[in-house]
């Protein structure tokens, strides 16, 4: 890095993403399931939803999960009901966050924690019950309740507006490097994450971590 923010602003609000920032994910596991009840193999289905807007409509809220499984199941030939649907489509999460719970919890004694997320509604209901990290947040800015998808400038500003202080007193981290730029555009201070040790560093770069 070898800069240092301590001259810089002080922080006041950090900014974590979701998925693989504090829960890992790896959808091909619940594409291997699908691919016994469906009509095309497991490497097929997300070529075949990238093709369409239908992942983007999902977790920008412009469709219900109700209307999401009836176009994938149209899409890929998929025979499988609407209740075991939704218990693949939540079993892409890995178990064990890559933030320890306690260093979140530990920041929150000194900040305001905030969630973006690109984001749909089965899997943050899932998400919010099973995985107890998720309590030491104050708020959560989801694309499916925001109606906007990172990088779109709209869901950083309500970032920043749930913040309740300027873009340059937020930290972000995502692990996805289009929107660690569309973060900074907004004039936040914003990195990515490759690990909790990398973070760590970044953290106390800035004197969040010491």
């Known amino acids: 890095m070898g800069r240092s923010f301590h001259s810089g602003p002080m ?5 974590f993403d979701l998925g693989n920032v504090l829960v890992p994910f790896d959808f091909r596991r619940g594409y291997k399931t699908l691919e016994a009840f469906c009509d095309c193999p497991a490497e097929e289905i997300p070529r075949r939803v990238s093709a369409t807007t239908l992942a983007a409509d999902f977790e920008s809220g412009r469709i219900p999960p109700e209307e999401f499984h009836r176009r994938i199941a149209e899409l890929i030939g998929l025979r ?13 999460f890995l178990p064990d966050p890559l933030v320890p719970e306690e260093t979140v919890r530990s920041l929150r004694q ?8 690109n984001t749909n509604v089965l899997h943050f209901a899932m998400l919010r019950e099973n995985y107890p990290i998720l309590e030491h947040f104050d708020g959560y800015i989801l694309s499916h309740e925001v109606g906007a998808l990172k990088p779109e400038p709209r869901i950083y500003r309500e970032a920043v507006a749930r913040a309740g202080c300027l ?6 981290t995502d692990d996805v ?11 936040i201070d914003a990195v990515r994450f490759t690990g909790y040790e ?4 970044e953290l106390a770069a800035r004197g969040i971590l010491t």
Do not use: H, Q
């Open 11 to 15: 922080f006041k609000t950090l900014i």
């Open 80 to 92: 499988m009901d609407y209740p075991r649907f939704c218990e693949v489509w939540n079993s892409v």
């Open 110 to 117: 000194r900040y305001r924690m905030l969630l973006l997320s």
């Open 167 to 172: 873009p340059r007193e937020c930290f972000f």
């Open 177 to 187: 490097p289009a929107y660690v730029e569309g973060a900074k555009r907004e004039g």
């Open 198 to 201: 990398n973070l760590k560093a």
